[in-house]
């Protein structure tokens, strides 16, 4: 480049410093609902009982590893970015959806609980990219794989839930 002043395009130019702390404040928001998510599919990985509740159990202990890995990506990328990943005493928790039901047979809880853990996921992500678009190609990049993994996540707990529709439950 032989302007050394032109950094258009350059999310991590110095003159871009209010851009890259609007993507930091959305990769924030990202890793906080990955934390989250990774607390209730440990805790719905484990709590619910009966035979219906094998599937469902199995297939969050899945996705714990994956959510855990989104997490990770994303504080990866707020360093990138010159942020600092916040500590534990930031989080404030928002998933009340996602709370042990009152009876541990109660599975169609947990399968709603999910899709909407993972609608919320997929509508804040959606965000990230769109907001990203021609500031910040790589978060966006990435965001993209992470979406891809949550609308299979969300495809999945709807096919749980409509078996339970077919038969009346749901
Ligand atoms: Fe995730
Ligand atoms: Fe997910």
């Known amino acids: 480049m032989s302007d050394a002043t032109s950094t258009s395009g350059d999310i991590m130019a110095a003159d871009h410093a209010d ?3 609007r993507v930091i404040e959305l990769l924030t928001k990202a890793y906080w609902m990955e934390i989250e998510t990774v607390m209730s599919y440990i805790a719905n990985s484990i709590n619910p009982d009966g035979v219906r509740a094998m599937e ?6 899945k996705d714990i590893q994956e959510e ?3 997490a ?6 707020i360093k990138e970015l010159y942020g600092v990943v916040p500590g534990s005493m930031d989080f404030a928790a928002e998933q009340s959806f996602l709370q042990p039901p009152e009876e541990q047979v109660d599975v ?11 609608s ?3 509508e804040h992500y959606s965000r990230i990219i769109e907001e990203t678009d021609a500031i910040d190609p790589v978060t966006q990049d990435m965001v ?17 839930i409509r078996e339970y529709e077919a038969e009346g439950l749901a």
């Not at 990770?72 to 990328?77: G, T």
């Not at 891809?148 to 709807?158: M, V």
């Open 68 to 70: 855990l890995g989104h």
């Open 19 to 21: 851009q890259r702390e």
């Open 72 to 77: 990770q990506q994303f504080a990866a990328r």
């Open 120 to 122: 919320g996921a997929i």
């Open 108 to 118: 169609v809880h947990v399968i709603k609980g999910v899709i909407e853990a993972e």
């Open 56 to 61: 469902i159990r199995e297939s969050l202990e």
């Open 144 to 160: 993209i794989a992470i979406l891809h993994d949550e609308q299979g996540h969300k495809r999945l707990f709807e096919g749980f």
